[in-house]
C-alpha cells in the first residue's frame, strides 16, 4: 500500500537539517520503492497552516548531505501562538489539520528543537500521525543525548575562540565570547572546555561579575597577558536570575548590552582592563555539517523510516548510549534539557580551573 510522508523543518536552521531529509528519503525509497510518496512542507508550520506543500522525487534528495541549512525553508511559528486567532482569521489547527487531509499525508515528519516538538506532540493529539526529529545547536530536547547540529556548532564556536585567542594574546585583552544559547549552556559549555577558556558562563549558573573579575586579576598578576571568556547568550546575574524573562530583556535593552557586552562592560568598571566583546552570532547555525552530524542525521533519518514502515506515530527519535530509539512525544514535549551543576563537564571544567563565576 502507498504512503505519503509529509516532511517540514520549523524553528532556526542548523547543520544537520539536509542530511536528515536525506536519510529519510533514501531509506523510505530503499524499502518501499514506489509505494512511498514524499510531500515537502514548505517554510515549516507557516507551510502546513497556508497549504505551502509540493510532490518531490528522488532526486530532490540527490546531493543534499554536505548542504547546510534547509531545502524546504523554516519559518519560526511559535507555539504559544498556535491555538490564538490573529488578525488574520485564520484557526491554525484547523488549518494544519485542513492541509494533512488534503495532502492525503500518511504522516508527518517534523524536524525541529523544542517548539517544533510542542506544536508536533499539539498535532499528535489532535489524531495525527506525527514523528519528531530532534534539530538544535542547543542540544536542549530532553530524552536525547544529543541532537543533531550541536556538534557541528561546538566545532564552529570551539574555531572563534581559538582565532580570538591569538588577538586576545597579541594585545594582552579581555576577551568576552558570545556563544548561542539563551537557555541552555550545552554550547558554550563544550566549546569553552574545547577552546581553553579561563571562564564559562552559562544560564544554568548565575554569575558574579567580582568572582570573573578574580579571574582576571589572577591571570594579569601570573604575567598571563589576557583572558578569554565564553559567556552564553542567556548568562545572567544572581539579580538577573531573579527577574522574569521580559523584564530581564527589558533591562538589557535600555542598558543596550548583549550578555557579552555586559560582562565586557562589567569588567571594564570593575578592574580597569581593556575588555572587548565578540559575537560571531549567526556564524554558530550556519555552513556544512561535520562528520559527526552526518552520520548521527543519517541515523536518525533511517529509525525515522523505519517508525514509518511499522507504523508508530506520536514519537520523536532519540539517541540514548550507542543506541538510536524514539521516545513519545507527550513525554518530551516542552521539557527542556538544562546543563545539571553536577554535570561531568561541569566537574571536569572546574577541575582544570575553570571559572564559572559563582
Not at 530532534?134 to 544529543?146: R, S
Not at 598578576?221 to 548568562?235: D, H, M, P, R
Not at 522574569?244 to 548590552?257: D, Q, S, V
Amino acid at each position: 500500500m502507498k504512503k505519503r510522508v509529509g516532511i517540514l523543518t520549523s524553528g532556526g536552521d542548523c547543520p544537520g537539517l539536509n542530511a536528515t531529509i536525506r536519510g529519510v528519503a533514501k531509506a523510505l525509497y530503499a524499502r518501499m520503492g514506489d509505494n512511498v510518496e514524499i510531500i515537502g512542507i514548505l517554510n515549516g508550520y507557516s507551510g502546513l497552516i497556508n497549504g505551502d506543500y509540493k510532490e518531490m522525487c528522488e532526486d530532490d534528495f540527490r546531493g543534499i548531505l554536505t548542504l547546510g541549512g534547509t531545502i524546504l525553508g523554516t519559518k519560526r511559528t511559535p507555539f504559544k501562538m498556535m491555538r490564538v486567532v490573529e488578525d488574520d482569521n485564520i484557526d491554525k489547527v484547523a488549518a494544519m489539520k485542513k492541509t494533512y487531509k488534503e495532502a492525503k499525508l500518511d504522516c508527518l515528519l517534523c524536524l525541529g528543537g523544542n517548539g517544533t516538538h510542542k506544536t508536533a506532540n499539539l498535532l499528535s493529539q489532535e489524531g495525527l500521525n506525527i514523528i519528531g526529529l530532534p534539530k538544535t545547536i542547543d542540544n536542549d530536547i530532553y530524552g536525547t543525548d544529543v541532537t543533531f547540529g550541536f556538534h557541528t556548532a561546538v566545532d564552529i564556536a570551539t574555531d572563534v575562540i581559538d582565532r580570538i585567542h591569538t588577538t586576545a594574546g597579541s594585545h594582552s585583552r579581555v576577551m568576552c565570547i558570545e556563544i548561542m544559547g539563551n537557555k541552555a549552556g550545552w554550547l558554550t559549555l563544550y566549546s569553552g572546555v574545547a577552546g581553553g577558556a579561563d571562564a564559562i558562563l552559562i544560564p544554568e549558573i548565575p554569575y558574579k561579575i567580582e568572582k570573573v573579575a578574580k579571574v582576571v586579576e589572577s591571570r594579569a598578576k601570573s604575567n598571563k597577558g589576557f583572558t578569554i571568556i565564553a559567556v552564553a547568550e542567556g548568562a545572567m546575574t544572581p539579580e538577573e536570575a531573579k527577574m522574569g524573562k521580559k523584564e530581564r530583556e527589558a533591562k538589557r535593552a535600555a542598558e543596550h548590552f548583549s550578555s557579552s557586552a555586559y560582562v565586557a562592560q562589567q569588567l571594564r568598571d570593575l578592574v580597569g582592563v581593556e575588555a572587548r566583546a565578540v559575537v560571531p552570532g549567526h556564524i554558530q547555525r550556519g555552513g556544512s555539517p561535520n562528520a559527526y552530524d552526518r552520520v548521527l542525521s543519517t541515523q536518525f533519518g533511517v529509525h525515522a523510516a523505519e517508525l514509518i514502515r511499522d507504523g508508530v506515530y506520536g514519537v520523536t527519535v532519540a539517541l540514548k548510549g550507542n543506541e538510536i530509539t524514539h521516545n513519545k512525544l507527550s513525554d518530551i514535549a516542552g521539557v527542556p534539557k538544562l546543563v545539571p551543576p553536577d554535570n561531568t563537564m561541569i566537574t571536569t571544567a572546574r577541575n582544570i580551573g575553570i571559572s564559572f563565576g559563582d
